[in-house]
């Protein structure tokens, strides 16, 4: 899926940073977190 959204500069810059795949990490955090906060059907 695409998505726009908002984010601080410093945050995509600091993922950025991090190279290739920096969109797959962030997608990687929230995936955690989402989980973490029992945000996703079935988990």
């Given at each position: 899926?695409?998505?726009n ?11 950025k ?11 990687d ?15």
């Open positions: 899926m695409t998505l959204m908002r984010c601080d500069r410093d945050v995509v810059e600091a993922f940073a991090t190279g290739d795949g920096w969109q797959t990490r962030i997608n955090v929230l995936r955690a977190y989402a989980g973490s906060h029992r945000m996703l059907p079935g988990r």
